[in-house]
């Protein structure tokens, strides 16, 4: 009898541990109406929308920018999910379907999640799209990259409303970039494994000179010290240990709750 409701309760904590491992990346994601927007100050806090369109489909992506206050439209930017896929500046390039500058990522558990970031530089809008936390799109809007010279009219105004259309229903506030000592990935901020290192901001790790190594964690190529294989040892043997002794209290827990 015992040893069933033991089989229970181990049962139960491995399936809560699975269920938050597979929850993970669902944490912070909003439920979105396309037939309404919403209010977003997308001048300071980047979006990211998750899509699981398929390349070659021909659907698209609408992200429509509005400024609340002055019920003005502040922009609209289209992705389609074409073959090659493309995508549109609505007010600067209307009409026009233009390749990214670099290959889409490929899919990650059949979705994408898409980074959209504006900022002004001497009053100019530039776009910044990335997709899984690769850069597709870096652009400043100007007269020299907008075919429509209007363009100013229609996205001067400052982003506090939003609206998505598409296979997408939902969207968060993108992460801060990550601190130096680790990377940024589709879950979040993770910490750099050893023998390499990440400034602030990365979005990958740099993996340390040949002959060198370093700690978990390490910012910057400096952390990088000559490799003595006598410190590998007592690494590993003091790894061996804490997963000895987490073995042995986890077995513990297990007879005490039995």
């Not at 506090?160 to 990550?178: Q, W």
């Not at 290192?197 to 990365?202: F, L, N, P, R, V």
Request: glycine content about 8%; charged content about 25%; hydrophobic content about 30%.
């Amino acid at each position: 009898m015992l040893h069933t409701a033991c089989n229970i309760v181990l049962g139960f904590l491995l399936m809560q541990l699975f269920l938050e491992t597979v929850n993970a990346d669902t944490k912070g994601w909003i439920e979105h109406n396309p037939d309404s927007g919403f209010l977003y100050d997308l001048e300071n806090f980047p979006i990211q929308v998750k899509t699981k369109i398929k390349l070659g489909s021909g659907d698209a992506l609408d992200l429509y920018f509005e400024n609340y206050e002055l019920d003005e439209e502040a922009g609209d930017i289209y992705i389609y999910f074409s073959s090659p896929p493309t995508y549109e500046l609505y007010g600067c390039t209307s009409d026009i379907r233009t390749k990214f500058e670099t290959e889409l990522p490929a899919e990650k558990d059949g979705v994408r999640i898409w980074t959209f970031t504006l900022s002004r530089e001497d009053g100019k809008r530039r776009v910044v799209i990335q997709c899984n936390n690769e850069e597709v799109l870096n652009v400043v809007l100007s007269n020299a990259t907008c075919t429509d010279k209007t363009w100013r009219d229609y996205w001067k105004w400052e982003v506090t409303k939003l609206n998505i259309e598409g296979d997408t229903g939902v969207y968060r506030r993108a992460p801060p970039p990550c601190s130096a000592g680790n990377y940024m990935t589709v879950a979040g901020c993770q910490q750099c494994g050893e023998d390499t290192y990440s400034g602030d901001g990365a979005h990958s790790c740099e993996s340390c000179p040949d002959g060198k190594s370093s700690a978990a964690g390490s910012s910057s190529e400096a952390d990088c010290k000559e490799a003595h294989v006598e410190d590998k040892k007592h690494d590993y043997s003091g790894a061996l240990v804490n997963s000895l002794s987490g073995i042995i209290t986890a077995c513990l827990l297990t007879l005490l709750i039995c």
